[in-house]
């Protein structure tokens, strides 16, 4: 059973930077095929991606985010990192980290999520 553990700081202060970690078990974040997510869910409003790091490495995110983004792993931890710079309130949200995996078709799914992780972003 895969499971995904959000962890960091509650509250940041405007033009800081955000830095949650992701723990994961049950399963290698080097397996191939596997994309692991950042996705995040302001108050009041829907989910929004935020981007992910592959098995391999390799990072895509938001085109609107992307200025402030950066999604890095330790491979020897089984962990992937998000930090996201310069936030102001609006960045305030919901987090959550989750497993992107290949579905028959050539589509995909977010089959393992982790809890989500609550951070404010004020003064």
């Known amino acids: 059973q895969v499971e995904l553990q959000e962890s960091g700081p509650g509250l940041v202060k405007p033009s800081q930077t955000l830095s949650l970690i992701c723990t994961v078990s049950?399963?290698?974040?080097?397996?191939?095929?596997?994309?692991w997510t950042w996705i995040r869910q302001p108050p009041g409003k829907g989910l929004e991606w935020i981007g992910y790091?592959?098995?391999?490495?390799?990072?895509s995110y938001s085109p609107s985010l992307k200025s402030r983004t950066s999604i890095s792993r330790d491979t020897s931890k089984n962990q992937f990192t998000l930090q996201l710079s310069s936030v102001t309130p609006e960045d305030t949200a919901v987090y959550y980290c989750a497993r992107r995996s290949l579905v028959q078709g050539g589509g995909f799914e977010y089959d393992y999520w982790g809890q989500g992780t609550q951070v404010a972003v004020s003064s």
């Open positions: 790091i592959t098995y391999s490495g390799t990072t």
């Open positions: 049950g399963g290698s974040i080097t397996t191939n095929n596997y994309y």
